[in-house]
């Protein structure tokens, strides 16, 4: 009797749990009979219009960003502003405006601008600590443009490398060697170094060195020096030429011509005359001697 009793509970306690299921399934499908899809719209479209207002602000903001960098290049280049510094400005312009554009759509989304910059502020300083070789690059930019040792097609020669400045950047400085080659300098270094600016001036002076042996004419070997300078296509007319004894070498008399040229001629200048004084002295038997030994038998 006792156990038909155990199992009559048992029985009942399982058709009342049949019973909770199939309740919260008709629940379930109550809810989804009801669900009305009109409810979830007015959110949607807030939404989406909150999404659509924030590529307006961007797309508008980069559109005024353009053109408030062409509008100071313009005035820059009207004014004759050094085009390195205007190419360094227009950099901050750049990044000040896409700060703005980020604080118009913070501003949209109700997020406080001023407890943004006190975090920035606070993580500035930690960033700072952890680039500080960056920051003293930054700082040796601002030198480069303020002192202004050269500018943007100068020619430089430094430690770090040569060759034709191609940008002046917020970190990096970078050169275009006459292989084509493009090297970055940092400007914290470059700003610390020794530089010398190839094209600070829009004239150079050429200085070819030749050597003569001790048993050929002297005055004969100038006079022929003389007149290569005085005919040269790339002299500047109405420059002065100078020939001269450098040095009385250990096997040669030493021999220096300079004229002056342009800039930009330099190197093409300075292979012509080389070639040019190897032929004429060849051809007028002045002898160029050269390192040899010369061993005596007995």
């Known amino acids: 009797m006792l156990l038909f009793t155990s199992n009559t509970d048992s029985i009942t306690e399982q058709v009342d749990a049949l019973k909770d299921v199939a309740d919260a399934a008709e629940n379930v499908g109550d809810t989804l009979i009801h669900f009305n899809i009109q409810d979830y719209i007015p959110a949607a479209l807030n939404l989406g219009l909150k999404i659509l207002v924030i590529l307006l602000i961007w797309f508008i903001g980069k559109k005024l960003t353009a053109f408030v960098i062409r509008f100071f290049e313009k005035s820059a280049e009207r004014h004759g502003l050094d085009l390195s510094v205007s190419s360094f400005v227009s950099i901050l312009i750049k990044w000040a405006m896409y700060f703005l554009i980020a604080c118009t759509i913070l ?42 040792p050269f500018g ?25 060697t006459v292989d084509n080659k493009e090297i970055h300098i940092p400007n914290g270094s470059l700003a610390n170094s020794n530089i010398t600016n190839v094209s600070a001036n829009p004239t150079r002076v050429v200085m070819v060195k030749v050597g003569i042996s001790y048993d050929s004419d002297l005055k004969k070997a100038k006079n022929l020096l ?44 300075t292979w012509f005359l080389r070639e040019e004084i190897k032929l004429i002295y060849d051809r007028e038997g002045i002898e160029i001697p050269f390192a040899q030994v010369d061993v005596h038998m007995k």
């Open 107 to 148: 501003n949209y989304l109700n997020i406080g601008t001023t407890s943004l910059v006190a975090v920035l502020g606070s993580a500035g300083l930690a960033i700072g600590l952890a680039l500080q070789g960056s920051l003293t690059n930054f700082a040796g930019s601002v030198i480069l443009l303020v002192m202004k």
């Open 152 to 176: 943007i097609g100068d020619y430089i020669v430094s430690p770090q490398g040569e060759g034709t400045v191609k940008l002046i950047g917020l970190i990096y400085t970078t050169l275009t």
């Open 226 to 269: 003389s007149k290569l300078l005085e005919t040269c296509e790339y002299r500047i007319a109405d420059t002065d030429i100078k020939v001269f004894v450098s040095d009385l070498g250990a096997s040669s008399v030493d021999l220096e011509g300079r004229c002056t040229v342009a800039a930009e001629d330099y190197w093409t200048a």
